[in-house]
Nanobody, 126 residues
């Protein structure tokens, strides 16, 4: 049974940092690109970042470039999202997802991803 479980969300002040993790079980992520998405209340789901199967290629939304870094550890079946210089507009539920492909497309689109986690809340507020 495929399962993706995110963790690491929480409440942080503007300018702070968080590191999200997503652990996969039931399949190996070695051959799949992995993505991070977010959805704020009343807004559409936004593709935040994607990393190719071997980590050699990464894509970021313009809104997070220079602040967020995606990485993966295939040995641990885990993908990470390091979020620095957080802003109130980063507040959202963050989801990780597994693509059906080994590469990332720009922009990151949900249609390419077939397996999703349950999400973790990130709130940026003073």
């Amino acid at each position: 049974q495929f399962q993706l479980v995110e963790s690491g969300g929480g409440l942080v002040q503007p300018g702070g940092s968080l590191r999200l993790s997503c652990v996969l079980s039931g399949f190996t992520m070695d051959y799949y690109a992995m993505g991070w998405f977010r959805q704020a209340p009343g807004k559409e789901r936004e593709g935040v970042s994607c990393i190719s199967d071997n980590g050699g290629s990464t894509i970021y939304a313009d809104s997070v470039k220079g602040r967020f870094t995606v990485s993966r550890d295939n040995a641990k079946n885990t993908v990470y999202l390091q979020m620095n210089s957080l802003k109130p507009e980063d507040t959202a539920v963050y989801y990780c997802a597994a693509s059906g492909w080994d590469y990332c497309s720009d922009p990151v689109q949900a249609l390419a991803f077939g397996s999703w986690g349950q999400g973790t809340q990130v709130t940026v507020s003073s």
